[in-house]
């Protein structure tokens, strides 16, 4: 028998009421890591709450012989994000790794997009990374200075959309790419303290994806993979939230399906230094002879 890669590791997952969340707590509880279970329970476009899904989820993992406790918190307020490590360190005396997973979607044109949309995801998803973050940061840089620097790790969940652009998205991804941002600094500040930090990009069948995407989504029948479950995401974020991760930090990774792909991202492509300021005209010029030497972007998803 093999160990459990997450044995004595307790893990806090964001949004594990549903979908991606759920697959990777249950997925962790199969490694032998204990789980704080956080849903707020909310509607497809972040309204409405309900602490019911966050508790099934528990129940799930607790009739499978492991540990959990819900947490059914907003992660996007301090009191939220705080009592989530508190939660961890009260029940179960310490956090090892924590998955920023919870958000909502939206969709609208730019043109079309209204102002409480923008704030709402942009809340969601970067606050909501970045408030768990800051206050588990805060709990291992305490553990540190008491001489126990912790392996911990953080996994953020970025989206294709923020690493491409996504048509209809521009609040999502504009959100998502920042979470890349976020994770790279993190990662570089957090080092000294014993944590790695990497994001991924994940695609799954989900409540989120069901319709928009039904067609690539749906389930295939009699035994074949599955390919778009969201438990084919988890096992990499379960490796990366495990101490058999040392090492790796500040990288993002899309999973999806079978598939795990390394993201490379922005790095420097044609240059060309005049060694003085350009006129405009020179300086268009330049750019003209930069980019037909240049690689061509991604397409953008939904872009025709
Ligand atoms: N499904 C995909 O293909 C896909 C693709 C790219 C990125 N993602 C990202 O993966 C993550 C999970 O999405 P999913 O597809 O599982 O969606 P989902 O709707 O099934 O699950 C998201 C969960 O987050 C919870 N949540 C929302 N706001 C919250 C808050 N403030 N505090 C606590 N919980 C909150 C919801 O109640 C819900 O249960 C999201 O960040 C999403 O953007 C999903």
Not at 93 to 116: I, P, S, Y
Not at 215 to 227: C, I, L, R, T, Y
């Amino acid at each position: 028998m093999t160990t459990a890669i997450c044995a004595g590791r307790v893990a806090v997952v964001t949004g594990a009421g549903r979908g991606l969340g759920r697959a990777h707590a249950l997925a962790f509880a199969a490694e032998g890591a204990k789980i704080v279970v956080n849903d707020l329970g909310v509607g497809l476009d972040g309204t409405g709450r309900a602490s019911g899904p966050a508790q099934q989820v528990v129940d799930e993992i607790r009739a499978l012989g492991g540990e959990a406790v819900a947490h059914d918190g907003d992660i996007t307020t301090t009191e939220g994000a705080a009592s989530l490590v508190s939660v961890a360190v009260d029940t179960f005396g310490r956090l090892d790794t924590l998955v920023n997973n919870a958000g909502f979607l939206r969709d609208r044109m730019l043109v079309n997009l209204d102002e409480d949309d923008w704030d709402a995801v942009m809340r969601v998803h970067l606050k909501g990374h970045f408030l768990p973050l800051k206050h588990a940061a805060a709990h291992w840089r305490a553990e540190t200075k008491a001489g126990r620097t912790p392996e911990a790790r953080v996994i953020n969940t970025s989206s294709g959309a923020g690493l491409l652009g996504s048509v209809g998205q521009g609040n999502y991804a504009a959100a998502k790419a920042g979470i890349v941002g976020l994770t790279l600094v993190a990662s570089a500040e957090m080092a000294r303290y014993g944590v790695q930090v990497n994001a991924i990009a994940p695609a799954a069948r989900t409540r989120m994806t069901e319709q928009t995407f039904a067609d690539s989504m749906a389930a295939p029948e009699g035994g074949v993979f599955d390919a778009m479950a969201p438990e084919n995401v988890s096992p990499l974020v379960v490796w990366l939230g495990s101490s058999a991760s040392a090492g790796v930090t500040g990288r993002v990774f899309e999973a999806e399906a079978g598939r795990i792909t390394v993201m490379e991202g922005w790095r420097p492509g044609p240059t060309a230094d005049k060694g003085a300021r350009w006129t405009p005209a020179e300086a268009g010029g330049a750019a003209l002879r930069l980019l037909a030497a240049a690689g061509a972007p991604g397409p953008v998803y939904g872009a025709r």
